[in-house]
């Protein structure tokens, strides 16, 4: 068996070929004869589009007749020239830069009252305490806002800088609701068979849909286009921004994971036999198929739950793993490696999440460009690229686990042959040749210039180009923020800027067990709120 479009070798069981990415498992994938020759482009017409969708620019070439091995020639000359070609012409149009994060200046800490009711703070600056009765939902991409329910479990509010906006909800019990991930725009439907939109975070409801009886409900990442399951038929429906339901040219398995901005792409799950939901798919495995508004592709395939699909934050690219085989894709194209990757921007060597925005089981990005990410593989030991159309290692015989980030996870700091080393612009730099035994690396700020690390000597602090700096040799806890990190010697707690003076937080004296982000009590029963470097907050005296 060869690929129908490169000719090169494929077993049977492949879905993707191992050397051009094209898809296999479809008609005219795979050819039998020993010297195949490339398709020629169809002459079919695609469907029309509907006249409220943006043209979707072809991405075929026409290619000459040629024999196997003139064909192979060809291929090794000129497809690296061509896959580029194609980025370009995508691509044109997308900011350069992979994955953004920044210090978030909304936190919620959980009380200690059995509502479960949250503290929210806006740059340190309380907002609302568990009177107000409010649980937050995740932070939107902005980490500015967030969605908050009753104790009850109820939508009610948005949290924002300026305080809790009560949200102006359509009258009827809701089916379904979905907010965009840029925070502007929520969607719901209620038990009369409406569908609303409603600009947050105080707008009043839109009629966007009637006599949809809304079972399942997708938003792309600003809120400009909807997608919903029809409970009575299980046919999804696409409403752009002022338009009506344009009823979707899916199988009957489909399940929507996630629509670009525009709705230029739709991406869906199918060949399940699960259909209520994108992570119960992913559990059961199926094949990702993206809808470019004339036809569907198949662009990707999972074998079991791994993790979850992954998009950029306008929801034309996405990143999806299984358990044999990951993916990146652009639109119809798509990039494999056989086998488990995960973005190195997981590994963080800050505690507090940032930059990401979950709902519904898809993860939305701060990221313009996934192909600009780095990749980790723990089975290879190797950090990956996508260069020229193919994951290259930039970074072999590390250990992903061993491995901390910048904030963008451009910036690695890893251990290798007894020795410290920073990855920067594609390109390894020892940084320390004998950072001691049993070396752990605990934290990396934000910018990617400084690490802290523990050893057998204790807690150590370095910076690019300078000489290692220990901080404590005794030491327990370490938790490293955006502007810092925290540390335990015996039973008092320190915070150290990443570029300052350790600081002890006396006030805190005598915990011995301590986690930033929640609710502290010290030995005499005062409840305090630590919050990144601000000076620790007393909600509650104690005796």
């Known amino acids: 068996m060869f690929c129908a479009h490169c000719g090169t070798p494929c077993r049977e069981d492949e879905v993707f070929c191992a050397h051009c990415g094209a898809a296999l498992q479809t008609e005219g994938g795979r050819k039998e004869e020993e010297a195949p020759a490339p398709p020629a482009p169809s002459a079919e017409k695609p469907a029309a589009e509907p006249a409220a969708a943006p043209a979707v620019p072809e991405r075929r070439f026409s290619l000459p007749r040629l024999s196997r091995r003139g064909w192979l020639l060809l291929c090794g000359g000129c497809a690296a020239a061509l896959v580029v070609a194609v980025a370009v012409l995508a691509g044109a149009d997308r900011p350069a830069e992979g994955f953004q994060a920044g210090p978030a200046p909304l936190v919620r800490i959980e009380s200690l009252d059995e509502t479960g009711s949250e503290y929210f703070y806006y740059n340190g600056e309380l907002l609302a305490g568990p009177e107000a009765g409010l649980i937050g939902f995740p932070k939107f991409l902005n980490d500015e806002s967030c969605l908050a329910m009753d104790t009850d479990g109820d939508l009610t509010a948005v949290v924002t800088a300026d305080g809790v906006v009560e949200l102006d909800l359509p009258e009827g019990s809701m089916s379904a609701y979905a907010a965009s991930a840029d925070g502007s725009t929520l969607y719901c439907a209620t038990a009369k068979n409406l569908l609303w939109r409603i600009d947050l975070p105080g707008g009043a409801p839109e009629l966007v849909a009637e006599d949809c009886p809304v079972d399942q409900l997708r938003v792309s990442p600003s809120g400009d286009t909807a997608a919903y399951c029809d409970r009575n038929t299980d046919g999804w429906y696409l409403v752009r921004k002022g338009g009506k339901p344009e009823e979707l040219p899916l199988p009957a398995d489909a399940v929507v994971s996630v629509l670009s901005d525009d709705g230029r792409y739709v991406y869906y799950l199918a060949n399940s036999n699960v259909t209520s939901g994108t ?84 993860y939305v990005l701060n990221c313009a460009d996934l192909t600009r990410c780095y990749f980790a593989s723990e089975r290879q030991n190797t950090v990956y690229r996508l260069e020229r159309g193919a994951f290259t290692p930039v970074l072999e015989e590390v250990f992903p686990e061993q491995m901390r980030t910048d904030a963008t996870g451009e910036i690695l700091w890893y251990t290798q042959g007894g020795g410290l080393w920073q990855f920067r612009d594609g390109k390894p730099s020892l940084q320390c040749d004998d950072p001691g035994t049993n070396v752990y690396l605990k934290g990396v700020s934000p910018d990617g210039t400084t690490v802290v690390y523990e050893s057998g000597v204790g807690l150590w602090r370095l910076k690019a180009g300078g000489e290692p700096e220990l901080l404590s040799e005794n030491v327990s806890n370490v938790s490293p923020y955006w502007k810092g990190f925290y540390y335990g010697v015996h039973t008092e707690l320190w915070y150290a800027p990443w570029d300052g003076e350790p600081e002890e937080l006396e006030e805190l004296n005598g915990l011995s067990v301590f986690d930033p982000f929640s609710t502290i009590q010290t030995p005499d029963g005062s409840t305090w709120h630590v919050i990144d470097g601000l000076d620790p907050i007393r909600v509650e005296e104690g005796s």
């Open 279 to 362: 992570s119960a798919v992913l559990e059961m495995g199926g094949y990702l198929y993206c809808w470019d508004g004339s036809a569907s592709h198949l662009v990707g395939y999972t074998d079991s739950f791994y993790g979850n699909v992954w998009t950029n934050r306008t929801g034309d690219q996405l990143f999806l793993t299984g358990t044999s085989a990951s993916y990146v894709v652009d639109g119809t194209e798509s990039w494999c490696f056989h086998g488990v990757l995960y973005p190195t921007f997981l590994l963080q060597g800050q505690n507090m999440t940032s930059g990401i925005y979950t709902d519904r089981g898809a």
